[in-house]
């Protein structure tokens, strides 16, 4: 498994467990890395923690804008009916493409939809599938239509 990979499944299970425990973010944090790092692997460099960090840290700052999204996109479903670990796929996912651009949003889309299969229900792949392309579209369209960041030439 690629560290991008590894450390996307770590930010969804954190996620997961703030979702669920509602406890203070850095405190679950020290103690879930506490779980997952053997005792050879400590104070190494661990480029999958780093990147799962980054994703996290990245999706608590701008939780409310992406809880918007999702409840727009998502419109037969409220963003608590929404199991878990799908509502927590999707806030990576968006987080990533909405503000991590150095990843293609296909790339984050089949992350996303390959640990969907992994952790999520029987039709979570195809959920958080339909939700992501929606994002990626509206991404696409605010492109298209963007006015050119080029300067003009010589007249």
């Not at 009916?81 to 150095?102: A, F, K, Q």
Request: net charge negative.
């Amino acid at each position: 498994m690629g560290k991008r990979r590894e450390g996307r499944e770590a930010a969804l299970q954190f996620l997961y467990q703030v979702d669920v425990q509602k406890e203070d973010i850095d405190a679950q944090l020290a103690t879930f890395w506490a779980l997952r790092t053997s005792p050879e692997q400590v104070g190494a460099p661990n480029p999958a923690r780093d990147f799962a960090e980054q994703l996290l840290h990245g999706v608590v700052e701008h939780r409310e804008t992406i809880d918007e999204k999702i409840s727009q996109l998502a419109k037969n479903y409220e963003l608590q009916r929404i199991s878990t670990v799908d509502r927590n796929i999707l806030r990576l996912g968006i987080y990533e493409m909405l503000h991590r651009r150095e990843t293609p949003p296909v790339v984050v889309i089949n992350e996303c939809i390959e640990i969907a299969k992994k952790f999520g229900s029987e039709d979570s792949g195809r959920f958080v599938n339909g939700i992501l392309d929606r994002v990626c579209a509206d991404l696409r369209r605010k492109n298209e239509t963007a006015p050119s960041q080029t300067a003009p030439g010589p007249a």
